[in-house]
């Protein structure tokens, strides 16, 4: 079978696909599949056993379907993991039949007029001036908080530079919360910089930055002979949905000459909604923003967008590769977004949400943002209602931090009770429950998270959730005994 991908041979094969995708659902009959890792691992080993089988599509397919955490199911709750819409899945399907790369305008002459029309159209919604601001699509929050801090270390320190070459005591900085995600060490690393450039902030209870702390944090890095390049400012932390205070960690950026990126990975689906913009009043005053629409916008991964304020910004990323965009090509009015990109080869993942917004509209969207942030405050009230369940804070976008909290047991009774009770969970394919950490040092900060981002599931989904939790969390503790 060697037809290329054209609608006469997808027909059948995508049919095919349809049927398979049903009942591998159907074995599954749950969130996940039962049995743990070992258990998954034999059966794909047995799926992949079979060689140059005509129906390996069917197979496979169906092996896959049912080896999935369904984002579907309203039992699979642990992760900033959508189900993504129909019509974005459908979409999709076209980009991957077509085969389009942004890396230049003649391998993909629509992609890239339509990726320009939406970041103009993104820039709007985040307040930045279409005219004047750039972006890109990427894989994620990981690629784009790179990027974020790469143009802030270019635009405040004038370019890629050797540390060893610095001003004695300069040392560049980066200032983000506690709570901020593990990229933006991991950048600083491959920026050069170091993980140990990264100063954390410290967060209040519901993970949200410390504004004082860090006006102190960026006069003490000042005293120490260091240079703050940026401030990222979270919104939408992973763990509590957490919105950093934006307008006052742009005053304290700019006091300091340096770069505000907010990290809108999560938080950014907010802008979807009336009811919810207003937690990110003040975005607009970033240099940078990075927005993952596979998370709060249910698109299928990778659906991220980097936006900058000013398009000048971008100047260290820009490329000239003569046979992807000479100059001349340029000129002659063909437009290049290399310079837009860390990647060459580029998918045009823009069209599934454009297609998406044209379909549903913002209104729409916002609709989906809506249910889900009210299926998290009734999730809220019936843990606060359970007896033995204990809410750390109250949602704010639309997840559910908590924890299984029987009487009598101590901090490091809890912490193995409540890793023990989401594995249980997990072997038995019951439900799919987040486990975090809160910041700090010691026993009794792990906690349970819902990330509730179906917003078809109800209230009576999440009510038999923590119905599940409960009795997970009796049976372990009948195997652990009771001690604290």
Not at 277 to 300: C, E, M, N, T
């Amino acid at each position: 079978m060697n037809a290329l991908a054209r609608p006469e041979a997808l027909r059948p094969l995508v049919e095919l696909v349809l049927t398979a995708l049903d009942a591998g659902a159907a074995h599954r009959g749950g969130p996940l599949p039962p049995g743990g890792p070992g258990l998954i691992a034999g059966q794909a080993r047995l799926a992949l056993s079979i060689q140059h089988d005509q129906d390996a599509l069917l197979r496979l397919t169906e092996f896959l379907a049912y080896g999935s955490a369904d984002p579907a199911d309203p039992a699979c709750a642990a992760h900033l993991h959508c189900p993504p819409l129909a019509v974005a899945v459908a979409a999709d399907l076209a980009v991957s039949a077509l085969n389009p790369s942004l890396d230049s305008w003649d391998q993909a002459p629509a992609a890239v007029t339509l990726e320009t029309e939406l970041i103009g159209e993104l820039a709007g919604l985040v307040g930045f001036d279409p005219a004047h601001a750039a972006g890109v699509l990427t894989t994620g929050g990981t690629e784009s908080n790179l990027m974020g801090l790469m143009l802030a270390r270019d635009q405040v320190l004038g370019g890629a530079v050797e540390l060893d070459g610095l001003p004695p005591g300069v040392r560049p900085v980066v200032l983000a919360s506690a709570a901020a995600h593990f990229s933006v060490q991991r950048a600083a690393a491959l920026l050069g910089l170091g993980e140990r450039a990264v100063r954390t902030v410290p967060v209040d209870r519901g993970l949200r930055m410390d504004p004082d702390a860090l006006a102190d944090e960026l006069r003490a890095a000042v005293r120490a002979g260091q240079r703050p390049i940026a401030v990222v400012a979270t919104a939408g932390t992973t763990d509590t949905g957490a919105v950093d205070p934006l307008h006052r960690a742009a005053d304290l950026a700019a006091e300091h000459g340096a770069w505000l990126h907010v990290d809108a990975a999560y938080g950014g689906g907010a802008l979807l909604s009336d009811r919810l913009a207003p937690l990110l009043d003040g975005i607009a005053r970033a240099d940078s923003v990075s927005l993952d629409w596979h998370k709060f916008g249910w698109q299928p991964a990778a659906a991220g967008v980097f936006l900058v304020h000013r398009a000048e910004t971008y100047a260290s990323l820009s490329r000239r590769a003569v046979y992807l965009n000479p100059a001349d090509d340029e000129q002659a009015g063909y437009p290049s977004l290399l310079g837009r990109s860390l990647r060459t080869t580029r998918r045009a993942d823009a069209f599934k949400l454009l297609v998406t917004l044209r379909t549903l509209g913002r209104k729409g969207l916002g609709a989906l943002v809506d249910a889900c942030h009210e299926l998290a405050l009734a999730t809220a009230g019936a843990v606060e209602a359970a007896e033995q369940l204990e809410l750390h804070c109250a949602p704010v976008l639309s997840t559910v931090v908590f924890r299984y909290h029987p009487p009598g047991v101590g901090p490091a009774g809890l912490d193995r009770l409540n890793g023990e009770l989401r594995r249980e969970l997990l072997r038995s394919g019951r439900a799919v429950v987040g486990r975090t950490e809160l910041p700090g040092q010691g026993p009794g900060r792990v906690r349970l998270k819902l990330t509730l981002l179906n917003p078809h599931a109800t209230p009576a989904d999440t009510d038999a959730l923590l119905a599940a939790v409960l009795a997970a969390g009796q049976r372990v503790r009948d195997g652990l005994g009771e001690q604290g």
